[in-house]
């Protein structure tokens, strides 16, 4: 029997990702707990995988900051701890690492599934539980396109820099017409109406705004965003972003 590794994240608020045992044939398991992440794996497996630890930890983070498109809260985590755990039950710890934080202040998005005569078929916890789960796989799934980690990160900033939240977010649409070239393009490719990206751009170019990107044309006095401004341009970037991640599903379909 061989030794097993055991990697250990720490993340608050306890419950922030719901529980679930994600296996993985011949490679590891993990459990995600309470407030807790383990990884299991043999021995073998690891040595012979250098980059495994980083992979799983970049695995995690993308699908802490898909939470952020979900949840509206503040988490940290963890680097993970790592330890050897023998046959004969003895333990050694191979590395003790400080806390990385990561913090995020968010809005949520809501779904249901209507019939034809208007009725919600669906709006339970345990339904949302399992969107909210099949999103953050799809991110995990293409958590090596570093445009959408690049999304995903700006939107982060954005909510942790909340005097700067407009400009971070617009850097979501900057990304994206640097990746198809120009707006148009974007709204085409990824199926997001004119209306849509017209108010994103009205909203973060207003020079009135004291969040806004073009507040230094404004020679007068400048006003908050309202609350109402805020979830409208943190909506659409969630959509832009939604967007994205239907466009790579699309095209790793075709590929097959």
């Known amino acids: 029997m061989n030794a097993v590794v055991v990697l250990e994240w720490a993340f608050s608020p306890s419950g922030y990702l719901e529980g679930e045992l994600i296996e993985v044939p011949n490679l590891y ?43 509206d809260t503040i988490y940290e985590l963890s680097e993970s701890t790592i330890k050897c755990v023998y046959p004969d039950g003895h333990i050694l710890y191979k590395l003790s690492v400080q806390n990385m934080e990561m913090k995020s202040s968010l809005g949520t998005i809501a779904v249901q599934t209507i019939n034809q005569d208007g009725s919600v078929i669906f709006d339970s916890r345990k339904d949302q539980n399992e969107i909210n789960k099949n999103y953050l796989n799809l991110i995990v799934q293409h958590s090596a396109d ?28 900057e990304a994206l017409v640097v990746k198809f070239e120009n707006e148009n393009n ?45 979830q409208k341009a943190r909506g659409i970037a969630k959509t832009m972003i939604t967007a994205y991640i239907n466009y790579l599903e699309a095209v790793e379909a075709d590929s097959r």
């Open 186 to 230: 974007v709204r085409n490719t990824l199926n997001i109406s004119k209306p849509q990206i017209s108010e994103f751009r009205k909203l973060c170019n207003n020079s009135n705004l004291k969040q806004g990107r073009h507040r230094g044309q404004n020679i007068g006095t400048l006003r908050e965003a309202s609350l109402e401004e805020l």
């Open 146 to 173: 570093s445009l959408l980690i690049k999304m995903l990160q700006s939107y982060r900033k954005a909510m942790h820099d909340s005097s700067n939240e407009l400009v971070h977010l617009f850097e979501i649409r």
């Open 29 to 71: 398991t993990m459990t995600i707990s309470g407030d807790r992440i383990t990884a299991h794996i043999d021995s073998t497996i690891f040595d012979i995988n250098p980059h495994m630890r980083t992979e799983l930890h970049d695995n995690l983070v993308a699908k802490f900051l898909g939470m952020q498109l979900l949840t």
